[in-house]
């Protein structure tokens, strides 16, 4: 599928009839070669768009995945010290192949070991697999785990155009995934339309957040001029 190196629509299957964490345990190996991977010029815009606001010592990939967003805190953080947390073993290990220098922590995002110890934590393409209801968890665990003053920040895409290809397939995704979740144990939990904005400013501010958002021009407008990806930025007070 996708790549003659990326899985194949039976290894797809057996993932999406996986646990979130052993389903990406199962997908590591070949999950750069899939559309899933942050594509690189989402990487490049938040590097450029966050490069103002520093400077940053320590960065937190939140969960980090197969490491895209490393090189994004080791491309800003002066100090060079970079963790990555997930809570897939196969995950981890291919970003450890790739980032050998980097401190990487297996653990789930509900439940940060950290203390407050970072300036800097950023997320890319992970917030699907969170439940609206433990968005504010998610929010809160970050927020004890970041300096006073440090940043959480993550690109958030403009949803797609009330009756457009990508809204009808978005839509049937998530319409998927509800019925397989309530036929199939265990769950894999993974929406697109669950992390709207108003939403996430609510729920960011209950956290302890102040918020803001940037527009990446870099990566286009939309027919109406608005931005086609945000930079959300949330600073602990």
Request: charged share 20%; aromatic share 10%; with cysteine.
């Given at each position: 599928?996708f790549?003659p190196q ?7 299957t057996?993932q999406a ?10 997908l ?6 899939t ?5 690189e010029p989402?990487l490049?815009a ?5 490069r103002p606001?520093?400077?940053?010592d320590a ?7 197969t ?11 002066a ?20 980032h050998?220098?980097?401190a990487l ?10 203390p407050a110890a970072?300036?800097?934590?950023v997320?890319?393409g992970?917030?699907?697999?969170f439940l ?18 440090g ?5 958030l895409?403009a949803?797609?155009?009330v009756?457009s290809l990508p ?10 995934m509800r019925v ?15 992390f709207?904005l ?8 209950r956290a302890?957040f102040?918020?803001?958002t940037?527009?990446l021009?870099s ?9 086609r990806?945000r ?5 602990k007070?």
């Amino acid at each position: 599928m996708f790549t003659p190196q990326g899985p194949t629509a039976r290894e797809l299957t057996v993932q999406a009839l996986s646990s979130v964490e052993h389903g990406y345990d199962l997908l590591a190996a070949k999950f750069d070669a899939t559309p899933f991977r942050t594509p690189e010029p989402v990487l490049s815009a938040v590097t450029e768009a966050l490069r103002p606001l520093g400077p940053f010592d320590a960065g937190l990939d939140l969960c980090c995945g197969t490491g895209a967003g490393l090189s994004v805190l080791r491309s800003l953080c002066a100090g060079d010290r970079v963790t990555g947390v997930d809570f897939s073993a196969g995950m981890l290990a291919e970003a450890r192949r790739a980032h050998p220098k980097a401190a990487l922590v297996r653990a789930d995002a509900l439940a940060l070991p950290f203390p407050a110890a970072f300036d800097l934590a950023v997320s890319f393409g992970a917030f699907g697999h969170f439940l609206p209801k433990d968005q504010l968890t998610l929010f809160r665990q970050t927020h004890a785990s970041l300096r006073p003053g440090g940043l959480l920040a993550f690109p958030l895409p403009a949803p797609p155009r009330v009756g457009s290809l990508p809204y009808w397939t978005l839509l049937g995704f998530d319409a998927a995934m509800r019925v397989r979740n309530a036929l199939w144990r265990p769950p894999f939990v993974m929406y697109y339309r669950t992390f709207r904005l108003a939403d996430v400013r609510d729920r960011l501010a209950r956290a302890g957040f102040t918020v803001e958002t940037a527009a990446l021009d870099s990566l286009g407008r939309q027919e109406d001029g608005s931005p086609r990806c945000r930079l959300v930025v949330a600073r602990k007070a």
